[in-house]
């Protein structure tokens, strides 16, 4: 119970934070957009034909492009916005940039329910255009606001859990992580609760606040009903109830603005990793870096491709997730030069029996599975080079294809498979070359049931990877010689059973 | 206090009425809307000229022009053609800054009123204030001086959704008097409003005009509230004044075909020929209407007629109300006697201050029914 109030308590500010200046500005960003859409539209109030349409325009195709992509896209804007592309504050940006659009019509439609007559009674009164938005548009529409505003709100709680693959961290992410990614069924309760609360508890205050500024409205009906008298809000104490809320949000900032700048007064070495196993076998030796002074900050990602951009952009020092075939064939697309400087584990890739039960058996002409993606093949051909079943002409380049296979004594037939699929044709098959995760999920133990196995020597271990620049930073150093140690080695033993091998 | 509200107070206006200009001036206003590929011609040359101080009513069928026309005077429609003068500036002519300071000229009330629901009574009479950048000390103590003269000051603190219908009237008049305008312009304020608000209402827009010395232009459809508190009436039908003039001449001898229908429907004479059933036509009877203002009204003429002539006296329909303030009765009746008598008993009744004009039920259903 304590450890898991302890992995709840940072993701939940961290998700406040993320949603409370998001809503913030984008709540700005999105109101003026929602006026100008209303006032710059043919017979509005100030009418701009060519800017209502460029607006429009733009609102709708803000509105199409999936989030996790605009995350992604725009990345530089992020970094010169706030000075990184990864971590919490990162992940506010594009939730803004997201938000706006939706605000902005939200806004709109809200505005459009304001009762014309209202507008045009002020217009004979000498209102100018700014003062009918100031206090007639924004004033009468306030329920109708906060509703939406209700809204934004929920739904960009939700748009902060893809935030984990930018290393934002929040609730969602730790669902997934730990959840989704880790099996850890409790953990992925336990945040959902938090998140139903969180959601009850925005709707409620958003349902409570919209209904006090609706005035009763003209239902007789419901004046009838005796309010509770603590929900009752005298008009002397309306600003009383406006300043508390302004006073609130900017509490959330202050609180935010403390949490970014703690960070980076501290300046920790920051290492992204993938959440498992690299993450928990990083967890593991943190007390050996802490007692050697290092302070190490966790960045947890959830895809394959930020880890190496956020390194090469000097928003991490290092990075745990990668084998070198994969960063060789990173750089060399990113024209970025990434290093590898330590192998820490490996999940290994086995080949493990079907029909035949040991690898001497294999008759002629047997049949083999490998997995069909480029790199778990060529990845397969090497395992099997490495069995003595077969000979490459490229020898160990881990660039190869069954175009390569130069000698193969027992004429074997490889047929490649859907990775995913590979132990489900164990029946039919001789043997297969299976992925770990693939054979665990299959019940298959690598350690008891492979009847060959990649060992450490491959080079598909997962390395500790960083730039040049930083090589020799002790602290990496320090780093390299914690994730080598003999207490990392148990750990991976221990924990894993096999499915992940120390590499070193 | 009350004399300060308004710019210019009911004794200096008597004084110098000939010299002042008109508070309302329209010239030949005009105004087209566009429906497809047709134009249609909603206001033409649409002239008027109402004295300071006087409350003016315009009156018409629905579908007439008048929405139009309160639009074109508050200049939510530009007008296509002709001049609209508020207090002796052309509001047609007008835009930006300018208009702007001249709408504080010009109060407007809407039929569907228009309050804030997010603001206060008193924030509600505040805000053309506000608008016009006066001080808040001065809003203050406008906004008390307004509420306590309509009597709304136990309602400072409502919200409009929490007032009656006659509640909501009253806050709506006094915003639309907070820029202490020269003209105040109302839009069937008493349509939707049961009898008794009604009449309250209306008897409040007579104090405005007669303690602020403020010139009403009303637009409605309902007789009543003309017959109770206008001086002039002007008929609008189909985008055209086909008649104006002070009440007493328009109501009680109406020329235009379409001011006697307006008074027709008003008093249910369409249906009479129902009420007279498959009666056929008496040679021998007649059918008058009969009116008496003011003072003949309030005598007993019918009852002294019957007892000097030789006739019979059948009362189809009779009221009594107010018309500008002076008592007002009027009856239909059929009398019945010979050719002479009947001619005496009209003279008697002409004699005695009555307005005496012959109908013809039947004919007058037929008209009801022909299409206007």
Same mark, same amino acid.
């Given at each position: 119970?304590?450890?898991?109030?302890?992995?709840?308590?940072?993701?939940?500010?961290?998700? $406040?934070?993320?949603?409370?200046?998001?809503?913030?500005?984008?709540?700005?960003? #999105?109101?003026?957009?929602?006026? $100008?859409?209303?006032?710059?539209? *043919?017979?509005?109030?100030?009418?701009?034909?060519?800017?209502?349409?460029?607006?429009?325009?733009?609102?709708?195709?803000?509105?199409?492009?999936?989030?996790?992509?605009?995350?992604?896209?725009?990345?530089?804007?992020?970094?010169?916005?706030?000075?990184?592309?990864?971590?919490?504050?990162?992940?506010?940006?594009?939730?803004?940039?997201?938000?706006?659009?939706?605000?902005?019509?939200?806004?709109?439609?809200?505005?459009?329910?304001?009762?014309?007559?209202?507008?045009?009674?002020?217009?004979?009164?000498?209102?100018?255009?700014?003062?009918?938005? *100031?206090?007639?548009?924004?004033?009468?529409?306030?329920?109708?606001?906060?509703?939406?505003?209700?809204?934004?709100?929920?739904?960009?709680?939700?748009?902060?859990?893809?935030?984990?693959?930018?290393?934002?961290?929040?609730?969602? !992410?730790?669902?997934?992580?730990?959840?989704?990614? #880790?099996?850890?069924?409790?953990?992925?309760?336990?945040?959902?609760?938090?998140?139903?609360?969180?959601?009850?508890?925005?709707?409620?205050?958003?349902?409570?606040?919209?209904?006090?500024?609706?005035?009763?409205?003209?239902?007789?009906?419901?004046?009838?009903?005796? *309010?509770?008298?603590?929900?009752?809000?005298?008009?002397?104490?309306?600003?009383?109830?406006?300043?508390?809320?302004? #006073? @609130?949000?900017?509490?959330?900032?202050?609180?935010?603005?403390?949490?970014?700048?703690?960070?980076?007064?501290?300046?920790?070495? *920051?290492?992204?990793?993938?959440?498992?196993?690299?993450?928990?076998?990083?967890?593991?030796?943190?007390?050996?870096?802490?007692?050697?002074?290092?302070?190490?900050?966790?960045?947890?990602?959830?895809?394959?491709?930020?880890?190496?951009?956020?390194?090469?952009?000097?928003?991490? !020092?290092?990075?745990?997730?990668?084998?070198?075939?994969?960063?060789?064939?990173?750089?060399?697309?990113?024209?970025?030069?990434?290093?590898?400087?330590?192998? @820490?584990?490996?999940?290994?890739?086995?080949?493990?029996?079907?029909?035949?039960?040991?690898?001497?058996?294999?008759? !002629?002409?047997?049949?083999?599975?490998?997995?069909?993606?480029?790199?778990?093949?060529?990845?397969?051909?090497?395992?099997?080079?490495? +069995?003595?079943?077969?000979?490459?002409?490229?020898?160990?380049?881990?660039?190869?294809?069954?175009?390569?296979?130069?000698?193969?004594?027992?004429?074997?037939?490889?047929?490649?498979?859907?990775?995913?699929?590979?132990?489900?044709?164990?029946?039919?098959?001789?043997?297969?070359?299976?992925?770990?995760?693939?054979?665990?999920?299959?019940?298959?133990?690598?350690?008891?049931?492979?009847?060959?196995?990649?060992?450490?020597?491959?080079?598909?271990?997962?390395?500790?990877?960083?730039?040049?620049?930083?090589?020799?930073?002790?602290?990496?150093?320090?780093?390299?010689?914690?994730?080598?140690?003999?207490?990392?080695?148990?750990?991976?033993?221990?924990?894993?059973?096999? +499915?992940?091998?120390?590499?070193? | 206090?009350?004399?300060?509200?308004?710019?210019?107070?009911?004794?200096?206006?008597?004084?110098?009425?000939?010299?002042?200009?008109?508070?309302?001036?329209?010239?030949?206003?005009?105004?087209?809307?566009?429906?497809?590929?047709?134009?249609?011609?909603?206001?033409?040359?649409?002239?008027?000229?109402?004295?300071?101080?006087?409350?003016?009513?315009?009156?018409?069928?629905?579908?007439?022009?008048?929405?139009?026309?309160?639009?074109?005077?508050?200049?939510?429609?530009?007008?296509?053609?002709?001049?609209?003068?508020?207090?002796?500036?052309?509001?047609?002519?007008?835009?930006?800054?300018?208009?702007?300071?001249?709408?504080?000229?010009?109060?407007?009330?809407?039929?569907?009123?228009?309050?804030?629901?997010?603001?206060?009574?008193?924030?509600?009479? &505040?805000?053309?204030?506000?608008?016009?950048?006066?001080?808040?000390?001065?809003?203050?103590?406008?906004?008390?001086?307004?509420?306590?003269?309509?009597?709304?000051?136990?309602?400072?603190?409502?919200?409009?959704?929490?007032?009656?219908?006659?509640?909501?009237?009253?806050?709506?008049?006094?915003?639309?008097?907070?820029?202490?305008? &020269?003209?105040?312009?109302?839009?069937?304020?008493?349509?939707?409003?049961?009898?008794?608000?009604?009449?309250?209402?209306?008897?409040?827009?007579?104090?405005?005009?007669?303690?602020?010395?403020?010139?009403?232009?009303?637009?409605?459809?309902?007789?009543?509230?003309?017959?109770?508190?206008?001086?002039?009436?002007?008929?609008?039908?189909?985008?055209?004044?086909?008649?104006?003039?002070?009440?007493?001449?328009?109501?009680?001898?109406?020329?235009?075909?379409?001011?006697?229908?307006?008074?027709?429907?008003?008093?249910?004479?369409?249906?009479?020929?129902?009420?007279?059933?498959?009666?056929?036509?008496?040679?021998?009877?007649?059918?008058?209407?009969?009116?008496?203002?003011?003072?003949?009204?309030?005598?007993?003429?019918?009852?002294?007629?019957?007892?000097?002539?030789?006739?019979?006296?059948?009362?189809?329909?009779?009221?009594?109300?107010?018309?500008?303030?002076?008592?007002?009765?009027?009856?239909?009746?059929?009398?019945?006697?010979?050719?002479?008598?009947?001619?005496?008993?009209?003279?008697?009744?002409?004699?005695?201050?009555?307005?005496?004009?012959?109908?013809?039920?039947?004919?007058?259903?037929?008209?009801?029914?022909?299409?206007?």
């Amino acid at each position: 119970m304590r450890e898991l109030l302890q992995l709840l308590w940072e993701p939940t500010l961290q998700t $406040l934070a993320m949603v409370a200046v998001s809503v913030l500005i984008s709540g700005v960003g #999105g109101g003026v957009l929602g006026v $100008l859409l209303v006032v710059t539209e *043919r017979g509005g109030l100030l009418p701009v034909v060519g800017l209502n349409r460029f607006l429009n325009i733009l609102t709708n195709i803000g509105r199409s492009i999936p989030f996790i992509i605009l995350m992604v896209a725009i990345i530089p804007f992020t970094r010169s916005v706030v000075g990184t592309s990864i971590g919490t504050t990162a992940a506010m940006v594009p939730l803004v940039v997201g938000a706006i659009p939706y605000v902005g019509r939200l806004v709109e439609g809200a505005l459009r329910e304001v009762n014309r007559g209202v507008i045009e009674s002020i217009l004979t009164m000498g209102a100018t255009p700014f003062q009918v938005i *100031r206090k007639a548009y924004l004033p009468e529409a306030i329920p109708g606001l906060i509703r939406a505003l209700t809204v934004v709100t929920i739904t960009l709680v939700s748009y902060s859990a893809m935030a984990g693959t930018v290393g934002g961290g929040g609730l969602g !992410d730790l669902a997934i992580r730990y959840g989704y990614q #880790g099996f850890r069924l409790d953990i992925m309760i336990a945040t959902v609760v938090v998140l139903i609360v969180m959601i009850q508890g925005i709707q409620f205050l958003g349902d409570w606040l919209a209904s006090h500024f609706e005035r009763t409205e003209r239902s007789s009906a419901f004046k009838t009903l005796p *309010r509770p008298a603590w929900l009752k809000i005298s008009p002397r104490y309306v600003h009383v109830v406006r300043w508390g809320t302004l #006073g @609130i949000l900017l509490i959330a900032i202050f609180a935010t603005g403390v949490h970014i700048r703690s960070g980076a007064i501290h300046k920790p070495l *920051r290492v992204g990793v993938n959440p498992i196993p690299h993450g928990e076998i990083l967890q593991q030796v943190m007390p050996i870096l802490e007692k050697e002074g290092v302070h190490v900050q966790i960045i947890y990602f959830s895809d394959y491709i930020q880890p190496n951009l956020a390194l090469a952009a000097g928003d991490i !020092d290092a990075n745990l997730f990668q084998h070198v075939p994969f960063m060789d064939r990173f750089n060399r697309d990113h024209k970025t030069d990434i290093i590898a400087i330590a192998k @820490i584990h490996i999940e290994p890739l086995g080949l493990y029996p079907g029909r035949t039960k040991i690898l001497s058996a294999l008759r !002629d002409g047997a049949i083999i599975a490998i997995p069909n993606d480029p790199v778990n093949s060529g990845r397969g051909l090497l395992l099997l080079q490495s +069995a003595g079943l077969i000979q490459l002409r490229t020898g160990t380049n881990t660039n190869t294809t069954l175009e390569d296979i130069s000698q193969n004594p027992k004429h074997l037939k490889i047929s490649e498979l859907e990775a995913a699929q590979l132990p489900r044709s164990l029946r039919d098959v001789d043997a297969a070359v299976i992925n770990t995760n693939y054979a665990l999920v299959a019940k298959l133990n690598p350690l008891k049931d492979a009847i060959y196995l990649e060992n450490s020597a491959s080079p598909y271990a997962n390395v500790l990877s960083t730039v040049p620049s930083k090589a020799n930073d002790p602290r990496v150093s320090a780093l390299v010689k914690a994730l080598q140690s003999s207490t990392a080695r148990r750990f991976i033993e221990q924990k894993y059973q096999g +499915a992940v091998l120390p590499a070193f | 206090m009350l004399e300060e509200i308004s710019g210019s107070g009911p004794s200096e206006l008597r004084a110098g009425e000939a010299q002042t200009p008109p508070a309302v001036l329209l010239e030949n206003l005009t105004k087209r809307y566009r429906q497809d590929t047709t134009w249609s011609t909603v206001l033409l040359n649409v002239s008027l000229s109402v004295p300071q101080g006087t409350i003016q009513g315009v009156i018409g069928f629905s579908g007439a022009g008048k929405t139009t026309l309160l639009r074109c005077i508050s200049r939510l429609e530009l007008p296509d053609e002709g001049k609209v003068l508020i207090d002796g500036t052309d509001l047609a002519r007008m835009n930006g800054t300018q208009l702007r300071s001249a709408r504080q000229r010009l109060g407007v009330v809407f039929q569907q009123l228009h309050l804030f629901r997010s603001r206060t009574v008193a924030q509600n009479i &505040a805000l053309p204030l506000e608008l016009a950048g006066a001080r808040k000390k001065d809003i203050d103590e406008r906004v008390l001086e307004l509420l306590a003269w309509f009597g709304l000051e136990a309602k400072a603190d409502s919200y409009p959704s929490q007032l009656s219908g006659g509640q909501q009237q009253r806050v709506a008049i006094a915003r639309a008097l907070a820029t202490k305008p &020269a003209v105040l312009l109302s839009d069937e304020p008493t349509s939707a409003l049961d009898p008794e608000t009604t009449a309250s209402v209306l008897a409040l827009l007579r104090r405005v005009r007669d303690e602020l010395g403020v010139t009403i232009l009303l637009i409605t459809h309902e007789l009543i509230a003309v017959r109770a508190i206008c001086d002039r009436v002007a008929v609008l039908d189909q985008g055209v004044i086909v008649e104006e003039g002070s009440v007493e001449q328009v109501l009680l001898r109406p020329a235009h075909k379409t001011t006697q229908r307006l008074l027709g429907r008003n008093l249910g004479l369409e249906h009479l020929a129902e009420y007279l059933g498959g009666m056929t036509k008496n040679p021998a009877s007649i059918f008058l209407e009969v009116q008496f203002v003011g003072e003949s009204a309030t005598r007993q003429v019918l009852s002294t007629l019957v007892r000097t002539f030789e006739i019979t006296v059948n009362i189809l329909r009779a009221d009594i109300g107010e018309l500008n303030r002076s008592a007002y009765g009027f009856l239909v009746v059929e009398l019945g006697g010979t050719t002479e008598t009947l001619e005496q008993s009209i003279g008697f009744l002409e004699a005695h201050g009555a307005i005496v004009t012959h109908i013809d039920p039947w004919s007058e259903a037929e008209t009801e029914g022909s299409p206007a």
